[in-house]
Each structure stands twice: as C-alpha cells, then as structure tokens.
Nanobody, 128 residues
Framework: VQLVESGGGLVQPGGSLTLSCTAS??????????TGWFRQAPGKEREGVAC?????????YYGEHMRGRSSITRDHAKNTVHLQMFGLKPEDTGMYTC???????????????????WGQGTQVTVSS
C-alpha cells in the first residue's frame, strides 16, 4: 500500500497548514487501522505528531509538542486523514509523514515500530 501526503509548504510563524494522507489503492480503507502523522527535522529523531484510531473508536492522540495546536481527523468518504496545524513555530519545520499502524488502536503510546506502511512525506517549513 502506498500512502500519499499533500499540503506541505512554506508558512510564516503563527500560520496554519492542513496536511492530507490518502492511500494510492482505493480498495485499501484507511478507516480500518490507526493512522499516524510523524515528523523529522534534519539531525533529529522522528517524533509522533498525532494519531487517530481506526474502526468505530476514532480516538485521537497528540504528541506533546503539537498538543493544542493540531487536530487529526478522518474523512471516510474520501478515504483520507487530515492533520490541521495552527500556531506554527519555526521548530515545527520538518518532513511530515503519515503511516498506517498494524493495529486498529493508537494506544497511549504509538511508536513508529507500530506502523507498517509509510508515505514519502511532505515538507513543512515555518519561516518568516
């Protein structure tokens, strides 16, 4: 399964962006499994941004650095997961990647090792 991210770009500090993640195969439902967004800045480790559980749960979880400044939602009709980010800071700059978990639930922690399918990422740059 290939995941395709979109929506990245250059934004000024304090600005907003909405990232989207969809599967290249229309027969693969993103709704079944947990979907996560991760980011990685140059020279830094990958960190979790947000995760939304699949199935009927749909619970959402956030990394501490983006909690209160982001919202992850699922569009079942379009088989897409969105990540809205606001109040962006220069330290939010990085490559943002979506991933599909092996599990239907995110759980209290959702390490990258839980995820089996990864997209190529979309670059987010926060700069004036």
């Amino acid at each position: 399964v290939q995941l395709v991210e979109s929506g990245g770009g250059l934004v000024q500090p304090g600005g907003s962006l909405t990232l989207s993640c969809t599967a290249s195969e229309s027969t693969f439902s993103l709704s079944t499994y947990a979907t996560g967004w991760f980011r990685q800045a140059p020279g830094k480790e990958r960190e979790g941004v947000a995760c939304i559980s699949g199935g009927s749960d749909g619970a959402d979880y956030y990394g501490e650095h983006m909690r209160g400044r982001s919202s992850i939602t699922r569009d079942h009709a379009k088989n897409t997961v969105h990540l809205q980010m606001f109040g962006l800071k220069p330290e939010d700059t990085g490559m943002y990647t979506c991933a599909i978990s092996r599990y239907s639930y995110c759980g209290s922690s959702w390490p990258p090792s839980d995820f089996r399918y990864w997209g190529q990422g979309t670059q987010v740059t926060v700069s004036s």
